[in-house]
């Protein structure tokens, strides 16, 4: 059985830092695409940045330059780095996993919460 946990989130000042984690198990994720979404109070669930299983990456614009996305598929983990965080980040995180060739995400985790304060 398929199963994504995510851990990491918590609640940080403007400014600080915070590493997500998400341990995929149940299958060799090495060949997935693997990324994070997040969910913030009263809004639609907005794409972070995602990793292949090259390690080419892609953010988006709200993580570009400060987020980093990055994978240890001996340990089927994919990690999201965020530094200078704002308020605006407060959301809650997903990671998903997807096929290459499928453009939807097949396997989602139960998200993590993070919440900046001013």
């Known amino acids: 059985q398929v199963q994504l946990v995510e851990s990491g989130g918590g609640l940080v000042q403007a400014g600080g830092s915070l590493r997500l984690s998400c341990a995929a198990s149940g299958r060799d994720f090495s060949g997935y695409v693997m990324a994070w979404f997040r969910q913030g109070p009263g809004k639609e669930r907005e794409f972070v940045a995602r990793?292949?299983?090259?390690?080419?990456?892609y953010y988006g614009d709200s993580a570009k330059g400060r987020f980093t996305i990055s994978r240890d598929n001996a340990k089927n983990t994919v990690y999201l780095q965020m530094n200078s965080l704002k308020v605006e980040d407060t959301a809650v995180y997903y990671c998903?996993?997807?096929?290459?060739?499928?453009?939807?995400?097949?396997?989602w985790g139960q998200g993590t919460q993070v919440a900046v304060s001013s």
């Open positions: 990793i292949s299983a090259s390690g080419s990456l």
């Open positions: 998903g996993v997807r096929a290459l060739s499928r453009a939807e995400y097949d396997y």
